[in-house]
């Protein structure tokens, strides 16, 4: 399996453009959990799915924030508009069940300028 | 609120050395608590995954244990390498989420 895959690796945007992230998980894998990383808050967890359905997406920062799952291969993560403030590493992750190990893609590096 | 906090935040050892990495969490009610290891630009990799009802794990020169009433675990790392440079993040497993902490930088010098 090719692992968890991300797209884009790197984007450069301005300020009040809208940001689509991408995420294909492993296949089989039920459970897809977005994550964003920075310096000053670590790894955070801004929602996750099961079989497909949003079960927590209590980590989302605000309503500019939004993901979505339509089949058990894809999940985007959507930003508009985009600021600053949302500049870090967006990771992906998949598991067989919410308790199994998660694999994690590559991540995605966003900087808002 | 689950808190995890990883001491320290930095780490240099001469290779060979053996090395203890530690982490602590807030809340001992948890289902299992995992150590990754994140190479620079790159995603996170799972080291072990201990269970609330297990005491250690290991893998090779890796050794996780787990004291869930005291609210600790330590990633022992034997023999260490300068593959072994990487940032270590444990993660605890209280809910449905994964709680992390900020992660130890290590360096491993030759």
């Known amino acids: 399996d090719a692992g968890v895959i991300q797209s884009p690796r790197h984007e450069v945007t301005e300020m009040g453009q809208e940001v689509t992230l991408r995420c294909k998980p492993i296949?089989?894998?039920?459970?897809l959990f977005w994550y964003r990383q920075t310096m000053m808050r670590g790894l955070e967890l801004l929602i996750y799915?099961?079989?497909?359905?949003?079960?927590?997406d209590s980590g989302m920062p605000e309503d500019r924030f939004s993901a979505k799952m339509p089949n058990a291969s894809f999940s985007t993560l959507k930003i508009q508009p985009s600021e600053p403030r949302d500049s870090a590493v967006y990771f992906c992750?998949?598991?067989?069940?919410?308790?199994?190990?998660?694999?994690f893609g590559p991540g995605t590096r966003l900087l808002v300028l | 609120k689950q808190e995890v906090t990883q001491i320290p935040a930095a780490l240099s050892v001469p290779e060979g050395e053996n090395l203890v990495l530690n982490c602590s969490f807030t809340?001992?009610?948890?289902?299992?608590l995992q150590w990754f290891r994140q190479d620079p630009g790159k995603g996170l990799t799972s080291l072990l995954l201990?269970?609330?009802?297990?005491r250690e794990q290991t893998s090779g020169r890796l050794n996780a244990s787990l004291d869930k009433s005291s609210g600790r675990s330590t990633l022992y790392i034997a023999a260490s390498q300068p593959g072994d440079s990487a940032t270590y993040l444990c993660?605890?497993?209280?809910?449905?989420?994964?709680?992390f902490g900020k992660g130890t930088k290590l360096t491993v010098n030759p």
């Open positions: 992750a998949s598991s067989s069940g919410t308790g199994e190990t998660q694999y």
């Open positions: 296949s089989g894998h039920n459970s």
């Open positions: 799915f099961n079989n497909n359905v949003p079960i927590d």
């Open positions: 809340d001992s009610a948890i289902y299992n």
């Open positions: 201990i269970q609330s009802s297990q």
């Open positions: 993660a605890v497993r209280s809910s449905e989420k994964l709680v």
